[in-house]
């Protein structure tokens, strides 16, 4: 029997602000480790297995007998999770390699649209039609936002489509087993498990990738570790806490926001200045977001 949540803490909406600005440094991250010679997938496998590694102690002492007493059901649909979360970051990374940055950017984009699917038939948690206005308005700025890097890199190429859409059926299928899962599970038991078994499936895809993990300069590892601790185990944690809170069609809308603020760092790092195009792009996600919260059930 699912209980109703508890009064969270700090509004949920604060908490899914603050792992937006979390995960918008990832790209950040990636394109300085990219620079140093550091493979797509390397970088994907040590972000979640750094992550696992520094929640160990967290799951040790504030989880484990109620990691210990998960039913199958509930493991099952951890491993799930998981594998979804590897399975994302691995087919849309492997994308960008493939098709172009537009392409790829605004298939995987799609994901709101089949969170909301699913989520109204699985768990009966429907939007309202301004709802549905903020979820498709969310979509179109992201679509916009891949037109400005249009030709930025790679070339089309329908496996790299399919492989962009495959991380966006993925990417929504995380997120949705993550709201059926955090209304019975703690933040520490959920994460844990879905990181853990990510890790574990992206290292392994390295290694028949042959993909080498080691033998990178300090620099890189250091930044696997900002990517572990601040876009993985900030935000990626903040929108899993939400999921508590909100539908998983709201957590997935607003994590479309993370170009806005992956624009914002590249402006004040370096000095990227957005076009008036991804600016209106901005503008529109934002107003998807918060149609979307108009619209929750």
Avoid: C
């Avoid at 493991?75 to 994308?95: C, E, K, N, P, R």
């Amino acid at each position: 029997m699912n209980h109703p949540p508890s009064r969270p803490p700090i509004p949920p909406v604060l908490g899914i602000l603050i792992g937006v600005v979390a995960v918008s440094f990832a790209a950040i991250f990636i394109r300085y480790a990219s620079a140093e010679g550091a493979p797509a997938l390397a970088i994907a496998a040590w972000r979640l297995t750094l992550a696992s590694l520094l929640l160990v102690g967290p799951a040790w002492f504030q989880a484990r007998a109620e990691l210990r007493g998960l039913t199958r059901r509930e493991v099952g649909l951890g491993l799930l999770s998981g594998a979804f979360l590897a399975a994302h970051f691995a087919t849309w990374i492997s994308s960008l390699e493939l098709t172009s940055v537009a392409s790829s950017v605004a298939l995987v984009t799609m994901y709101p649209l089949f969170a909301a699917v699913v989520s109204a038939l699985w768990l009966r948690e429907r939007l309202r039609p301004i709802g549905w206005a903020g979820v498709m308005l969310s979509v179109v700025g992201s679509i916009l936002v891949a037109l400005t890097d249009a030709g930025a890199a790679g070339s089309d190429s329908l496996l790299g489509d399919a492989l962009a859409l495959a991380g966006a059926v993925t990417g929504a299928g995380y997120f949705l087993l993550g709201r059926e899962l955090r209304r019975r599970l703690s933040l520490i038991a959920y994460i844990s498990l879905t990181y853990g078994t990510a890790a574990v499936v992206l290292v392994l895809v390295a290694l028949v990738a042959r993909v080498p993990l080691f033998g990178y300069s300090p620099t890189v590892y250091g930044l696997f570790f900002l990517l572990a601790a601040v876009p993985q185990l900030v935000g990626h944690s903040s929108f899993n806490w939400a999921l508590r809170y909100l539908s998983a069609t709201f957590v997935t809308v607003t994590v479309v926001g993370e170009p806005i603020g992956a624009t914002i760092w590249a402006l004040l790092l370096f000095g990227e200045r957005p076009g008036g195009l991804k600016a209106l792009a901005g503008a529109l996600i934002l107003m998807g977001i918060v149609l979307t919260s108009r619209g929750e059930g």
